[in-house]
């Protein structure tokens, strides 16, 4: 029998390197399984990983699909790393679409360059506001904050269907349910010609920016990694807990609302029931998979979101069923948590006799 024994040291060597060892299982446990399915093996991971990045359209497409994993992520990263769980970006990444689109209708048909900067801060307080409640309950009653922020999401969605449904449908729709289109003063600037990739990508670069500062420069991120280590040595220091559960939360709410914001207002155009994605799920993959690190979890919010490109692509050409992204998507998240196990924990044989 094996058993696993706590490792007095890690490698900081493995702890780096072990997501790229979690995307190279990944990819071979994917071809096992296009095999089984009766599929070439080799051709569905060109289709996957490579002929995305082939097209003027694919580079764009990646880039529309990566901007909300990766901002998402990064709001993520600061609340693990300082030990507060927020499960839940998926909905307030579903309020700040529903709050920015609710004041982009109101506002309709108004224009002006003011409506779109509105539009965008409409997202970021109504994902604040939807991650202040799991904050609130647990610097108040010492809720769970995983079970809040995870129910809470079951909730935006409903919220959304509701008003799309009801108040905010189209008049003149023919009884879809779906807003109106924005007006284009409620639209993000397209960055190239022809293509759906806009300004949120450089919202984006800018967001990873300003996390690398703050966590490595500013007191916030010293608080943020104090906090994650010891809650103990953070009350020592000074600081209060409870501060800092709230500021990951504002904050990771903030990133989700605006990510909401810049998808409705980019490639959607519109409020539809079907905006919640699973972007806020993902970007729990994304945020661990580059180590809760800005710069990494810009590399890996790309491969993510190469996985949602190719995983569409191998639908189309090789018939494959729609599942086919999240079980992607889930081999991935095995296998980084597996290796993280073995950073960790060192297997060693147990006796039976001595």
Not at 164 to 179: A, Q, T, W
Request: charged letters at 10%; aromatic letters at 12%.
């Amino acid at each position: 029998m094996f058993k696993l024994e706590p490792r007095n040291e890690q490698s900081l060597f493995f702890v780096y390197f072990s997501p790229f060892i979690s995307v190279i299982m990944s990819i071979f446990a994917g071809a096992v399984m296009f095999m089984v399915l009766g599929e070439n093996p080799v051709e569905a991971m060109k289709i996957i990983f490579i002929n995305p990045l082939k097209s003027l359209f694919g580079l764009s497409e990646l880039m529309v699909k990566a901007t909300p994993l990766i901002i998402i992520a990064i709001g993520l990263s600061l609340g693990f790393k300082a030990g507060v769980w927020n499960i839940g970006a998926e909905g307030q990444y579903t309020i700040g679409a529903l709050c920015s689109g609710s004041l982009a209708l109101a506002l309709y048909p108004i224009s002006g360059f003011w409506v779109l900067p509105l539009v965008l801060i409409a997202g970021i307080i109504g994902g604040s506001i939807w991650a202040a409640i799991p904050a609130l309950l647990k610097t108040k009653f010492n809720t769970h904050e995983i079970l809040v922020s995870l129910m809470l999401t079951y909730v935006a969605i409903l919220l959304l269907s509701v008003m799309v449904h009801g108040p905010l449908r189209d008049p003149d729709g023919f009884n879809f349910p779906e807003s109106r289109l924005f007006h284009y003063s409620a639209l993000l600037p397209i960055l190239i010609e022809g293509t759906r990739a806009h300004i949120g990508t450089i919202f984006a670069l800018i967001i990873v920016f300003g996390a690398y500062v703050i966590m490595g420069k500013h007191v916030i991120g010293y608080q943020i990694r104090v906090s994650g280590e010891s809650s103990k040595a953070l009350s020592f220091s000074g600081y209060s807990k409870k501060t800092i559960i709230w500021i990951c939360f504002l904050t990771s709410g903030a990133l989700a609302g605006i990510a909401g914001a810049i998808d409705i207002t980019g490639p959607v155009g519109q409020l539809v029931p079907s905006i919640p994605v699973g972007y806020g799920f993902t970007g729990i993959i994304v945020a661990f998979l580059g180590r809760l690190n800005p710069v990494g979890i810009l590399f890996s919010g790309i491969l993510l979101a190469l996985t949602y490109i190719g995983g569409e692509a191998a639908q189309i050409k090789m018939s494959l069923p729609s599942a086919i992204t999240g079980v992607f998507q889930g081999m991935l998240l095995f296998f980084l948590l597996a290796t993280d196990v073995l950073v960790n924990y060192k297997i060693k044989l147990k006796r039976f006799f001595k």
